[in-house]
């Protein structure tokens, strides 16, 4: 089966979305990968895949109450294997990448009822520019059966989640040797499955410490591209972003509202960002973007991420089979339950790796979001006066536009190092983003203007 990109080429061809026209600025094409980014998308091994889930799984449950003395079985076995993984990589990384594992004790909760030490495992990259501004990557490599509170029961988890945490080890393993302008934290975490405990550990200590995490990839369930009717979709991944954010005041929400910028949230400006640099023919990906937080029924870990006040978005599987997630390993008339890892298909959690690996690499090579983005809407105008805060850092700016009801820019407008731009366009008919340009031609995401 051919793998095509579709997402470059329908771009901005929405007919319902080509009111108004102008023959203000460029038709937006992708920012396609440079030489560099092409080459890490290359290294991408889905062999090494495959043996990070084969070494997931061999450790019989991961299921964060299950044991942590056991050298084998259970996961404090899986936790001390990721770490020492990670750090090997980070022994040969010239000193750019450390790995730590910062615990806790859970205390008793509702899917908790003793208490539990919980670990993450972090690889941490350095960036050589901007080291105050953070990217987070992660899987959560806790695994559970039917019954949440099982945890000695076999729970393979070979799709939920050792392919996303399988993912971060891969990535983790190429970018230490590479070079990024901004950090890049690659995260194993735990306790997703009692209540996305290790998440919300991880990106409350960043709030806590006021880190300035620009971004955050959830990948939770990215091993199968094949539903439970067997419709195959290998060259899609999803990305759930949610619309605003819950972190905001109210009446920054209800400013949102009156000019129509419920679509524009942080989350989904990340999610267009990420179709824009991460849909093409290297990565061998289609991005699905839905405008929803998650699946109904689930959740995941970027919740922990919107909680605190970060952008966030979650990639997984464009078709699901509820027979191999959360179940009890056994065979019913002749239906295989269970997370097993002969449901993986290792070359698309690879495709899934490398929409990961632009996505990141892209951010982390941009200049950050731009600051202080405002709209003057003091006067009745058909012009649109559009204001920021100049960065020096920042090689130019680009003014990104697109109908109401188009899902993705469409347009852009090259306005130079300024701080400040007036264009012929009125901003009651479009939805305007400003976004920056680094020396290396790589694209912040945008930022919506409020009203000053
Ligand atoms: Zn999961």
């Not at 059966?145 to 729970?155: F, G, I, N, R």
């Not at 409350?204 to 971004?215: A, D, F, I, P, R």
């Not at 060259?235 to 949610?242: E, G």
């Not at 295989?336 to 959690?349: H, K, R």
Request: charged share 20%; glycine share 8%; proline share 6%.
């Amino acid at each position: 089966m051919p793998a095509i990109a579709t997402n470059d080429k329908t771009y901005t061809s929405c007919k319902a979305a080509s009111w108004p026209s102008y023959s203000l600025g460029q038709e937006l094409k992708p920012q396609a990968p440079d030489r560099e980014l092409r080459q890490m998308l290359s290294e991408v091994d889905p062999k090494r895949i495959e043996a990070n889930i084969r070494k997931l799984v061999s450790f019989g449950t991961r299921h964060t109450l299950s044991t942590q003395t056991d050298p084998k079985r259970g996961i404090g076995a899986a936790r001390d294997w990721i770490a020492s993984e990670m750090s090997k990589y980070a022994e040969k990384s010239g000193g750019r990448m450390t790995v730590t594992v910062p615990s806790m004790i859970q205390p008793v909760a509702s899917r908790v009822p003793f208490p539990v030490k919980l670990s993450n495992v972090l690889a941490t990259i350095k960036g050589s520019e901007e080291p105050e501004r953070v990217y987070v990557i992660t899987g959560h490599y806790d695994s559970r059966v039917t019954d949440v509170l099982d945890y000695e029961s076999d729970a393979p988890g070979a799709n939920d989640d050792a392919s996303g945490t399988a993912l971060v080890i891969e990535l983790a393993r190429i970018l230490s040797t590479r070079q990024p302008k901004a950090t890049i934290i690659l995260g194993a975490v735990a306790g997703e499955e009692q209540g996305l405990l290790g998440s919300a550990f991880l990106a409350q200590s960043l709030k806590n410490s006021s880190t300035n995490v620009e971004g955050m990839l959830n990948n939770d369930i990215v091993g199968s591209s094949t539903g439970d009717r067997g419709q195959r979709d290998p060259f899609t991944v999803r990305l759930f972003a949610q619309g605003p954010p819950l972190t905001e005041s109210a009446p920054v929400t209800a400013r949102r509202l009156q000019i129509g910028g419920e679509n524009d949230s942080p989350a989904r400006e990340l999610g267009r960002f990420a179709v824009e640099v991460a849909a093409n023919e290297a990565t061998q990906m289609n991005i699905a973007m839905i405008y929803r937080l998650d699946r109904f029924l689930r959740g995941g870990d970027h919740s922990s991420f919107l909680a605190a006040g970060f952008p966030a978005i979650r990639f997984t599987e464009p078709n699901e089979n509820f027979n191999h997630q959360h179940q009890d390993l056994r065979t019913v008339n002749g239906t295989v339950f269970g997370d097993l890892i002969e449901f993986v298909d290792f070359d698309f959690t690879a495709r899934v790796g490398r929409v990961n690996l632009a996505t990141l690499w892209s951010l982390a090579n941009a200049p950050g979001m731009v600051k202080n983005v405002t709209v003057d809407t003091s006067t009745l105008g058909n012009d649109s006066k559009l204001d920021w805060v100049v960065d020096e850092r920042v090689g130019d700016y680009e003014v990104v536009w697109r109908s109401t009801i188009s899902p993705f820019w469409t347009n852009v407008i090259r306005v130079g190092k300024v701080g400040s731009v007036t264009l012929p366009l009125s901003k009651d008919n479009v939805i305007f983003g400003v976004r920056a340009v680094g020396k290396n031609g790589y694209r912040s995401p945008a930022v919506l203007p409020f009203p000053a």
